[in-house]
């Protein structure tokens, strides 16, 4: 398998998407040579983020797939009065007349020097906003293999979350349209000792911990990479929960309400009796993201907070 | 009437009465009723002749997008009046299974898709059915109706500013009814709305929306200059004086239903209604415009409406017959999966 | 104490407020006769929330005490650039050197024909961003009392909850500027069986689920009002767990990431030793808010919900 | 230099040439130094008469909000070049401890509260600053620096109709440079921006940025009407050719820092840069129409920049000197109880 990084297998995945699919346009991005081949189906839009974003779902309504690219996650908030209150609610309200194929792609999370405006990790709006699906790869591959779905066959709004520290992470990825599916959890590293529930950046922080865990406390943690939170691989988190009774769950979202405090929840509710210790949750304290490297360092979810985490619970 | 015929004027006249005697079925059901009609509602009274001036421009396969003042534009349209009023009463007979309601009354068969009541929420949408038909290579063309109060959301400027850029065939109309939810003084804003459009490089236009003849003309035009592919165009249609019988978010019918015979005689009218039946109604002035020129009497008119009545009424039977959905289909299509 | 309506509690809070506080000015919303009394400190905005909420956070930090009424909560989805980029971080950028008193006050909840753009909850995406504090009264009197403080003392950003169904609910309000601070839950009713966590239009809802419970399984649940999300009153959330060993959360936003699912989250991390029985959480299903009286009614969590609820758990 | 005196010449130029020294050291932060400043940036070279000729006509007390390109703001008002780079590199010692940075450089003491790096954030603080003023019955008034990219927000929109309407006095200095994020080219958004504002209501002009005379004139017209209550004013102010140096969110230094003498004799400066210094760069104008106009010969010019790089190069260290802030303090101040 070949070898990329993260942010070569999305522009490949965008290429496939342009070549199989005469429905997708892409709208905003630096998508480089992609520019001149695709060059009709390839608007630059101003900085209206709410304008052409709804213009992205009337689009999906009728006909065609778009596939936005805001860049850094807080510019979304400009668009939220058309994510929030038309492109999640059309098909509702239409009692399933209307399709809505859009993909909102957004860059989130603490990146170094993005201060309190360039490091949004608005998943848990999206989350709490039903009719909207959330995909959250941790790889080159799943990268790839969840932009080919979103953009190829999903049927309804997807927000696509990369985090910016991801972008040069390499890894192999598959020749040709390897779709991943929505809603299939992936059990990155088996353990029987704890399960941590990761997303995104926190996966490979998550198998960093794991691996110093099991090298320095013989603690078998068993890292869960959800890939996408809507829809949510549910099975796979109570089995995993059923297997070991400990639960951390490291996700990059300020605390409060956040993707660790519904999965906290969820757990609680249906895996209550299972469980052997407090569910910890690693997630950003809460706080705005400060712009100073030793204040941002401090407030970053990392590997360290993990391992803290899963030696109290595994106490 | 210019250059309609006589059967389309006919045909035009008729679909305003629909508007007008459903609307007024709208208001029987929110006071008429006990629990029927809860919420607010928004009706199109007075303003007849926009929607259905400008939807007789329109041909099949064209997108329209509306607000929450959107039953007229519905009825307009080609909409049928039982599932328009099923759906208004939240039943299963209506466009969306009552699950849209007043709001939110949509009918894709008609290429009204999904309707927005978020102030100017649906005009970037219609710009984006303008996109999708000029990617695909159509001739298909969309139209947003909203109102004066959404020209001072963003979400109108940012929609009308990518619209000129990308040269997309999406028609604004701008209905100024002299209401923008009582927020603000007529005239405040300063220049006038057509200002705004032409500032941004759209071809614009103030129209008499008191006559239904001007609203044909101009929508004619403006739907020509969209399918020939040179870029959006701003109506600001004026709808005369505000009915009176708007009140907040639900209405009150003065004297009833509207009595064909006041048009034609004021006098015989209810006080508060007079000035406006003189001035601004638009379907009083086209009864008299009418009758005056010959084209249809008092009498060919208020046969019409005879028959608009008792169709109106079979439609509201309908919808009051029809049930509500089963509570546990509220789970149901969130997702297309 | 006088009787009277939530509305005309509110109401003559806002009377004393503009009474007291010269700095206090009123942006939108519709005031009856203070329209007169204050005339020059109330503005009626044109429809433009981005715009007239970012002015209101302009004026507030430089000297002026804005309550700012929105209406319907989802009307300030138009405004969330605002709110969640610029006024819940300008004190905290500004390394504290800036305050920000202005309070943001939406209509929230299911109501009635609403449908799916005019029932709108998003109480979880102002607790999700740090920087902005969350009222949720339940009552006249605390409607009252929180507005007082929110407007007279507070220095931060306030989002100030109404849920519609709580308008004409009439209840005693004690004379004067009675002001309820923030952070500070209250029992509404003591029990030892169960915690019934509420906020809200959910707090007379939970009482009557309440009195039900006693009166016909002898269960003897207590109702705890939190009154303000943000501040939370951690410590009473916390102690009344340690009484009962049994909570349910009764909220009326949508279930994933929710406020259900922080309380449940935290519980579940800081309490968890004290559980007996896992954490119920009654809330809005996943869905959108149908407009079908049939359909709106079976999506929204009710006494029998809660009664249901704590009959499983005290099982 | 019209009605500038002699001093007040001498003292502009200085300020333009302190922002002209801070630019050119951040970017030697960015470049000559591993780890110091890894995020994007932007500069303020070549547009410095705009920032030094609007705040030439404010008095203390005076709001400003600026954006992403704030340095330049920064300085011009009063700023000290020492806690603007340390705020720059994170560092104790700037006007936020470090906690803003590049993006959100501000200075509370100086009127420049908050700043967004949200494109077209800070439109609607500013005029929310002029309500303030105005509710206050101060003289006040409050200034708005933002590019051209943000007219094309709903932000900037919304806040220039409000401020129309409630007639606020808040100057709107849209700073036209030929950049808007890479996304659009120049041009492409139909007619001239200020016709935005125009049809608003509000008092616009076109202003030559290239020129501090000019930006002095039409700032000080401008500050007048604002200070006698006579509503908000927008000034496009056309900044020339973007400065080459310019690239995404970061910035190269052609020929490293510039030479004053190449402002006299552009063929010895980098051919990338000659246009610009011919056309655009207002530094390069006003110094040739100082030695031009007797007012100010190249030796003086050349000796007041060695001041100024002196005093930028102690501000530098100052900055590098400063600790950064301890990492617990990342929880403080989120809120004010
Ligand atoms: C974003 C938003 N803000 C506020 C409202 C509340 N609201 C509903 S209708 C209305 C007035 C709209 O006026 P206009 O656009 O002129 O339409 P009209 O009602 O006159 O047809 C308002 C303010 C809303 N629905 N959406
Ligand atoms: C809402 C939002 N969208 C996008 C961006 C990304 N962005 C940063 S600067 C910029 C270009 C701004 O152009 P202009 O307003 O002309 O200012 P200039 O950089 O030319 O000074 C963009 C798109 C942003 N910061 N905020
Ligand atoms: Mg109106
Ligand atoms: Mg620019």
Redesign the pocket.
């Known amino acids: 398998m070949p070898e990329m990084s993260y942010a070569e297998a999305l522009s490949q995945a965008l290429v496939e998407i342009m070549e199989q699919e005469p429905r997708a346009v892409l709208i905003g991005g630096a998508f480089g040579p992609l520019g001149k081949r695709f060059a009709n189906r390839i608007k630059q839009p101003p900085?209206a983020?709410l304008g052409y974003c709804g213009i992205a779902v009337g689009a999906a309504m009728t006909g065609l797939r778009p596939i936005v690219s805001l860049?850094t996650a807080s510019?979304i908030y400009?668009a939220l009065p058309q994510v929030l209150n038309e492109a999640s609610v059309a098909r509702y309200g239409s009692a399933g007349q209307l399709s809505v194929p859009v993909v909102f792609h957004v860059r989130v999370g603490i990146r170094g020097a993005g201060a309190m405006q360039h490091s949004a990790a608005p998943q848990p709006i999206f989350w709490n906003t039903p009719g909207l699906q959330i995909a959250v790869p941790s790889s080159p591959a799943d990268a790839k293999g969840l932009m080919l779905t979103a953009a190829l066959r999903s049927q309804d709004p997807t927000i696509f979350i990369d985090h910016t520290r991801l972008h040069r992470l390499r890894g192999p990825v598959p020749d040709g349209p390897t779709e991943v599916p929505f809603g299939v959890a992936q059990v990155k590293r088996e353990g029987k000792d704890v399960t941590v529930l990761a997303t995104s950046v926190m996966v490979p922080r998550a198998l960093e911990a794991a691996e110093q865990l099991a090298r320095e406390d013989g603690i078998a943690a068993e890292v869960v990479d959800l890939r996408t939170l809507v829809p949510l691989d549910k099975a796979a988190v109570l089995a995993s929960v059923a297997k070991t009774g400990r639960v951390l769950i490291a996700d990059e979202t300020q605390k409060s309400c956040g993707v660790g405090a519904e999965l906290a929840a969820l757990i609680c509710e249906e895996a209550f009796f299972h469980l052997k210790a407090p569910v910890r949750r690693v997630a950003i304290p809460d706080v705005p993201i400060p712009y100073s490297k030793s204040e941002e360092d401090y407030v970053t979810p990392g590997s360290h907070h993990i391992m803290a985490g899963v030696r109290e619970i595994c106490r | 009437m210019g250059e309609l015929s006589l059967e389309t004027t006919k045909a035009l006249l008729r679909r305003m009465l629909l508007i007008r005697r459903a609307e007024e079925q709208v208001i029987h059901f929110a006071t008429d009723y006990k629990e029927l009609l809860t919420g607010h509602y928004h009706v199109y009274i007075g303003q007849e002749a926009t929607g259905v001036g400008v939807c007789h421009a329109l041909q099949p396969g064209d997108y329209l997008f509306t607000t929450h003042r959107n039953h007229g534009h519905v009825i307009a349209r080609g909409g049928e009046s039982g599932p328009v009023l099923a759906e208004i009463i939240g039943r299963v007979g209506g466009y969306n299974r009552g699950r849209g309601g007043t709001f939110h009354v949509s009918a894709p068969h008609l290429g009204i898709l999904h309707t927005s009541a978020i102030v100017a929420g649906c005009v970037p949408l219609a710009a984006g059915a303008a996109l999708s038909a000029q990617q695909r290579g159509t001739s298909q063309i969309s139209v947003a109706f909203f109102g004066e109060g959404a020209m001072d959301e963003g979400a109108s400027y940012e929609a009308l500013s990518i619209a000129a850029l990308w040269t997309l065939p999406v028609l604004f109309v701008c209905e100024t009814n002299g209401m923008a939810g009582g927020r603000r003084e007529k005239g405040e804003s300063g220049p006038r709305l057509v200002d705004r459009a032409l500032a941004l490089g759209i071809t614009a236009e103030v129209v008499d929306g008191t006559r239904l003849a001007a609203v044909c003309d101009a929508a004619g035009r403006a739907v020509e200059r969209l399918r020939a592919g040179s870029g959006p165009v701003f109506l600001q249609v004026q709808t005369g004086n505000t009915w009176p019988g708007h009140s907040g978010g639900r209405a009150v019918l003065q004297g009833g239903d509207f009595d064909l015979t006041w048009a034609y005689d004021a006098a015989a009218a209810p006080q508060e209604l007079r000035e406006w039946i003189e001035t601004s109604d638009s379907v009083s002035i086209l009864l008299r415009d009418l009758d005056r020129s010959g084209v249809l009497s008092r009498a060919a008119a208020i046969e019409l409406d005879r028959e608009v009545r008792a169709e109106t009424q079979a439609a509201a039977k309908m919808a009051l017959e029809s049930p509500y959905p089963s509570p546990e289909g509220a789970l149901q299509h969130v997702f297309g999966r």
Chains 1, 3 share one sequence.
Do not use: V, Y
């Open positions: 900085i983020e860049g510019f400009e």
